[in-house]
């Protein structure tokens, strides 16, 4: 897909746009107020550095963000929206922000730090440890029922995050899941978080995360759904089980003709209940997925995969001690 560059004239104007999304709540801090550690990940337009406030105890996850780079590569509106949103949201599955501040050069998001790191490399690391390369099934329901408790709270809110993926899903130094990275989030039209009108009308396109994540629905343009993430929600418990995304190819088109005819195999080793569930998750219409229809996530919940996990207490039992 071909990136719209901003044409010169139009970078000024972007350049004040952005500042003004990051003027108001922000601290008047400086990046030298800041001890920096190790990088902790490096996206497409970001590096997070593990920062601890100087003369105290607080360590954050600062996601650093340089403008220029942000104007050249159009992503303006994702930045805004994702501070903009993520200063809304409150929920112990989701990333928090604390505060944000900038200088000349970057703009600074003050995040949660994670400090277990992404699934998707605890995914990998098994492999070398014990050649498998994937979780167990244990793991899996532990980690999936802390995704599905949280993305319930986004999609109450009328919030769709639209790039769930093992990447974007964090661990903490004690075993729990966080969805970070809300630049692709986009609000539905009864949305409760407030998002200016102009963001939206920005932000056209419906779906814009990993196409090896991608919903089927996305070549016809449809509006962002629930219904995306569920789809999503099903590759990744399949990427927890099998080590790899169900919709594997060697190049994007591929990956997408399979989507599109659904062309799943699971492996022998899966469960009924787990391939029940990522049948029920990978329903070509979104409306029908587990979690979307009328039940809504109370037919999720009860699936049978589920069985055994205490819902009321999710966030104080953990499957694994990662400090
Ligand atoms: P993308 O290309 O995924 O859109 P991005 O530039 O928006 O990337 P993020 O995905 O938010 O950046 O962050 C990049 C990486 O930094 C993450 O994949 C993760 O490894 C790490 N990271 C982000 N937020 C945190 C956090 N709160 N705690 C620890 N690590 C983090």
């Not at 990136?3 to 108001?24: D, G, H």
């Not at 996601?63 to 104007?71: A, C, L, R, T």
């Not at 994702?78 to 970057?106: M, N, S, W």
């Not at 995969?305 to 104080?316: E, Y």
């Amino acid at each position: 897909q071909a990136k719209v560059r901003l044409e010169p004239r139009n970078r000024e104007e972007a350049a004040q746009r952005i500042s003004i999304a990051f003027r108001a709540p922000q601290e008047n801090f400086t990046i030298r107020d800041f001890e920096l550690g190790k990088v902790l990940g490096v996206g497409s337009h970001s590096k997070v550095v593990r920062a601890k406030k100087k003369g105290s105890e607080h360590v954050y996850a600062l996601k650093i963000m340089d403008k220029d780079f942000i104007i050249k590569e159009n992503k303006v509106t994702c930045v805004k929206l994702e501070r903009i949103v993520l200063d809304q949201l409150d929920h112990p599955g989701i990333v928090g922000l604390y505060f944000t501040f900038q200088d000349a050069r970057c703009l600074y998001m003050a995040l949660e730090s994670c400090e277990g790191g992404e699934l998707f490399d605890l995914i990998s690391k098994l492999l070398l440890g014990l050649q498998r390369g994937r979780l167990s099934e244990i793991e899996a329901r532990f980690y999936t029922a802390e995704v599905v408790e949280a993305l319930e709270y986004l999609h109450g809110l009328g919030l769709i995050h639209c790039d769930i993926r093992p990447e974007n899903l964090l661990l903490t130094a004690d075993g729990h899941i966080k969805i970070a990275d809300f630049g692709c989030v986009r609000p539905d039209k009864d949305s409760r978080i407030t998002v200016p009108l102009n963001l939206l009308s920005e932000n056209t396109q419906a779906f814009t995360g990993r196409t090896a994540y991608a919903p089927p629905e996305i070549q016809n343009s449809s509006p962002a759904s629930p219904g995306n993430d569920l789809w999503a929600l099903g590759c990744t418990l399949y990427h927890m089980l099998a080590g790899a995304s169900p919709f594997k190819d060697a190049f994007e088109l591929l990956v997408f003709q399979r989507i599109i005819s659904r062309g799943i195999n699971i492996p022998e080793y899966f469960s009924d209940e787990a391939s029940d569930l990522i049948d029920k998750l990978l329903d070509i219409d979104p409306s029908r997925r587990l979690g979307a229809g009328p039940d809504g996530y109370l037919a999720l919940k009860l699936h049978p995969f589920f069985k055994g996990i205490d819902w009321h207490n999710l966030r104080q039992g953990s499957v694994r001690k990662l400090a």
